[in-house]
């Protein structure tokens, strides 16, 4: 998540670590996020499972993902921000990281930027109100092409 006061800085919540500082930019990290995942999941694994172990299985680790992460000595730092502090803008990835949704009301409601580097997905479509047409707009979790048969539209 990234928190844009234009005025004063830019805050990051993120669990990599800038080599060298960077003026006019606060970092909050989630510390030992990668670590503590890959004892638990190995992420080669995920590509031999079928949609519905996906479907489930990455709602777990998502909620795994949370757990960890707004337990994190990191999150603790944003939580214990005074409601207060005002932000102009919140940049924001939307797949697995909806647990961090609860800053945007605490920091006042600032415009929100949503992206993702997987494709949305549809229960985020729903969340944030976007038109959802399975009918010709496949799953990211299914693998087909913008020309679907009728079965591939049916299962989709």
Request: net charge negative; charged share 15%.
């Amino acid at each position: 998540m990234i928190l844009i006061s234009f005025i004063s800085q830019v805050t990051v919540i993120t669990p990599d670590k800038e080599k060298t500082p960077i003026p006019n930019y606060k970092l909050i990290q989630l510390e030992n996020i990668f670590r503590d995942i890959k004892a638990v999941y190995d992420y080669e694994e995920f590509t031999q499972w079928s949609m519905w172990q996906l479907t489930f299985g990455l709602f777990d680790w998502g909620s795994m993902i949370c757990e960890m992460e707004l337990n994190s000595t990191g999150a603790q730092t944003l939580l214990n921000y005074p409601s207060s502090e005002k932000f102009d803008l919140i940049i924001t990835e939307v797949g697995w990281g909806e647990c961090f949704f609860g800053f945007i009301h605490k920091f006042g409601n600032p415009p929100v930027v949503a992206t993702s580097g997987v494709g949305v997905a549809p229960w985020l479509s729903y969340i944030l109100a976007n038109p959802e047409q399975p009918s010709y707009i496949p799953n990211f979790l299914l693998g087909y092409k913008d020309h679907m048969t009728f079965t591939q539209r049916v299962y989709n």
